[in-house]
């Protein structure tokens, strides 16, 4: 057992103060303490770090999903020494994909996949009507991704791969599914997901294999701030407040949320001792 302490961000919920005008604003609201983690119970997840190409090859994708800019940034800047440390301090890493058929060689998904057995039936939909798909398409060209765009995001998953910077190892596990991400956490032991990756409001929470998905399954999900970008909309594209209400969910319903400095400090001396 490797027991550490850590600075984590958790969001109090109580106690709502019928004084004011409004109550919630009574609420604690973030706060910051120092909480234990088990090494050996705990693993990183990178989800959805995927390669998209650049603007000029699928401008669509690209129109369609703002915050592919700030994602390419957190894999250049972020990803490659967050990742280095956490390998070289022999913690374990997992890696969340879905959306094309990149992954199925990777002898890290293979595993997952025979630890998981065979899938279970698909789950069996509602019936259709004229009208049923007269609304889906009428989401398509008015909600997202805008019936001008989805040639061009078909064409994109069809090359969709891991982003370079967030390749997996050949010995770290790779899930597509919830089934296959519980079947490495308990191979390895592990009942603590910290994620990173995109997008923390979107994919990480509901996504398989996202923290939906895992909180079912018993696992504390948390995540790392400056290691998630989220999808924005108009109103709170400049100010990034689509991710700030996405973390708050996560430190309420799901875990905790870490600094990234925080979790370099943890890993440092880990990696130090994982040489000698």
């Not at 103060?17 to 050996?40: A, C």
């Not at 129109?63 to 800047?77: H, L, Q, T």
């Not at 504390?220 to 998630?228: E, L, M, P, W």
């Amino acid at each position: 057992m490797a027991i550490v302490s850590i600075p984590a961000g958790y969001y109090q919920q109580f106690d709502a103060d019928y004084s004011l005008e409004t109550p919630g604003q009574g609420y604690g609201g973030w706060q910051r303490s120092k909480i234990k983690i088990d090494t050996l119970h705990t693993a990183f997840v990178v989800m959805h770090a995927w390669d998209t190409g650049n603007r000029e090859e699928h401008a669509g994708w690209h129109r369609a999903v703002e915050y592919f800019p700030r994602a390419e940034e957190i894999c250049r800047e972020v990803f490659p020494p967050l990742l280095q440390a956490i390998r070289s301090a022999d913690m374990t890493l997992f890696h969340v994909v879905g959306g094309g058929s990149y992954h199925r060689d990777h002898p890290g998904y293979r595993r997952a996949a025979l630890l998981a057995g065979p899938e279970p039936d698909a789950v069996e939909r509602v019936d259709s009507d004229p009208v049923y798909e007269e609304l889906n398409r009428f989401r398509v060209e008015h909600v997202f991704p805008g019936g001008h765009n989805t040639g061009d995001i078909d064409r994109g998953f069809a090359r969709v791969d891991f982003a370079p910077q967030a390749r997996p190892e050949p010995e770290e596990g790779v899930a597509e599914n919830g089934r296959q991400l519980a079947a490495l956490c308990r191979a390895h032991g592990v009942n603590h997901l910290i994620y990173m990756g995109f997008a923390i409001n979107w994919c990480l929470l509901m996504s398989p294999g996202g923290m939906l998905d895992m909180r079912r399954y018993g696992v504390i999900c948390s995540a790392i701030r400056q290691a998630v970008t989220a999808v924005e909309n108009r109103e709170t594209a400049r100010t990034e407040a689509g991710k700030e209400l996405a973390l708050w969910r996560v430190a309420l319903a799901f875990g905790f949320v870490f600094e990234l400095d925080d979790i370099l400090r943890m890993l440092k001396p880990r990696c130090a001792s994982a040489k000698d």
